[in-house]
């Protein structure tokens, strides 16, 4: 079965750092998201990526954040400069429009500690 | 009021029990409804589509009430393999894609 595969699986950063965190989409799908969650805390929407631009954003996602599809499969998740509280498991989705019921699958997330 | 919202329980019910899961939903134009099963720190996995009719997939049975603005899970004759944090997710807005998720039930079945 396809999936959503995300690297690393766990990143360990100083405070104000780069990151970058990767991940590969479903093939046949045109709808790229990511999403946080913070320990005990519900999984948060980030921001959404079609054709080549971002189709919707929440308040998290900053001048600090940004979105890119550098090539024909990945798509990737850069904060700029870290701060202790991006600490969080983020989530790749993918699904495969923008039909309302239309399926979300997730990838097995990357878990970022920021020190 | 939060867009999604859900009792966080814990729910600890015993092997063979059912159990139900409401989830409450802000906004009256939200077209899509699913729930999702997460298990401890791992990614959100879509458990089933919520239809107006109701719909069931073996022992679970989702149903919308678009009135009340809230979707049931109910799960039957629980096993130690459905612990885990069930997610209600809703699609809020009528064009756009992302989904917005409750912070979850989580549920504990025992022997």
């Known amino acids: 079965e396809p999936e959503v595969t995300q690297t690393p699986s766990h990143q360990v950063t100083q405070m104000g750092q780069e990151v970058i965190l990767r991940c590969v989409p479903i093939s046949n799908h045109l709808y790229f998201y990511w999403y946080r969650q913070i320990l005990g805390q519900k999984v948060e929407f980030l921001v959404s990526?079609?054709?080549?631009?971002?189709?919707?954003k929440s308040e998290i996602f900053d001048d600090q954040f940004s979105v890119e599809r550098p090539d024909g499969s990945n798509f990737t998740l850069k904060i700029r400069s870290t701060k202790l509280e991006d600490s969080a498991m983020y989530f790749c989705?993918?699904?495969?429009?923008?039909?309302?019921?239309?399926?979300?699958?997730f990838g097995s997330g990357t878990q970022l500690s920021v020190l | 009021r939060k867009e999604v919202e859900q009792d966080p329980g814990p729910f600890n019910v015993p092997e063979g029990a059912t159990v139900a899961f409401n989830c409450t939903y802000s906004n009256s134009a939200s077209q899509s409804f699913f729930w999702y099963r997460q298990d401890c720190r791992k990614e959100p996995k879509l458990l089933m589509s919520?239809?107006?009719s109701g719909n069931e997939d073996g022992r679970f049975t989702a149903q919308l009430n678009r009135a009340s603005q809230y979707i049931s899970l109910l799960i039957r004759d629980s096993k130690l393999s459905d612990s885990a944090t069930y997610l209600c997710?809703?699609?809020?807005?009528?064009?756009?894609?992302?989904?917005?998720f409750g912070k979850g039930t989580t549920l504990s079945v025992s022997s």
């Open positions: 997710a809703v699609n809020p807005k009528q064009a756009g894609t992302a989904l917005i």
């Open positions: 990526f079609y054709n080549n631009e971002i189709s919707e």
């Open positions: 919520v239809y107006s």
């Open positions: 989705a993918s699904n495969r429009g923008p039909a309302t019921n239309e399926k979300l699958f």
